[in-house]
């Protein structure tokens, strides 16, 4: 079965610092989403994206939260200046169609902010 | 808005035992159901998908059934593995909206 891969599996960083988490959808996708999990919570819709700009957003997505789709290829997840509270898994998905299919998640990105 | 309410866990259970995890929803119209497992260090994973009322989603001997006049999407299993253990989420989708989850159930299974 195709695969959404996402790099790296593990970012340690210090607080204020940026980070970019990686993830290759699968190719034939159409819609990308960016969840996280804060350990031991529930996993929560960040961000939606299609056609090459955002279509939805949580509240948690603020104005230090980015993303991207650089090359047709990757799409990206930029924390300009990550605070503590920002240490959760971080999975990205992928989805043919909007309605009633489902998500192919990655494996996830362990972020831990020091 | 729309959501999603798991039992809560963790749940454990001897080998062979019977699994029931309840999962309730509020939601306007009529959302489809899924229940993703996420195990240890991976990713979470499609596990059955229901997309109207009545309609049974099974896989791997997990079942669970649309039920509408109760609004719930309970998931079984007849008789659970170790190899079961898991993190199991209840979610629902909304015509043209986002995926909400529920805050997963753990289960460990003991041989």
């Known amino acids: 079965e195709p695969e959404v891969t996402q790099t790296p599996s593990h970012q340690v960083t210090q607080m204020g610092q940026e980070v970019i988490l990686r993830c290759v959808p699968i190719?034939?996708?159409?819609?990308f989403y960016w969840y996280r999990q804060i350990l031991g919570q529930k996993v929560e819709f960040l961000v939606s994206?299609?056609?090459?700009?955002?279509?939805?957003k949580s509240e948690i997505f603020d104005d230090q939260f980015s993303v991207e789709r650089p090359d047709g290829s990757n799409f990206t997840l930029k924390i300009r200046s990550t605070k503590l509270e920002d240490s959760a898994m971080y999975f990205c998905?992928?989805?043919?169609?909007?309605?009633?299919?489902?998500?192919?998640f990655g494996s996830g990105t362990q972020l831990s902010v020091l | 808005g729309d959501s999603v309410t798991q039992m809560e866990g963790p749940v454990t259970l001897s080998e062979e035992a019977f699994l029931t995890i309840n999962c309730t929803y509020t939601a306007t119209g009529y959302p489809s159901l899924f229940w993703y497992v996420q195990y240890p260090g991976e990713g979470l994973q499609l596990l059955l998908k229901?997309?109207?009322?009545?309609d049974k989603g099974s896989n791997k001997g997990f079942e669970a059934t649309y039920r509408k006049e109760t609004t719930s999407f309970h998931l079984e299993k007849g008789s659970v593995q170790v190899s079961d253990s898991a993190v199991y989420f209840c979610?629902?989708?909304?015509?043209?909206?986002?995926?909400?989850f529920g805050p997963g159930t753990r289960l460990s299974v003991l041989p």
């Open positions: 998905a992928s989805q043919t169609e909007a309605a009633n299919e489902k998500l192919f």
């Open positions: 979610a629902l989708e909304n015509y043209g909206q986002n995926f909400v």
């Open positions: 994206f299609y056609n090459n700009e955002i279509s939805e």
């Open positions: 229901a997309t109207k009322a009545d």
């Open positions: 190719s034939n996708h159409l819609y």
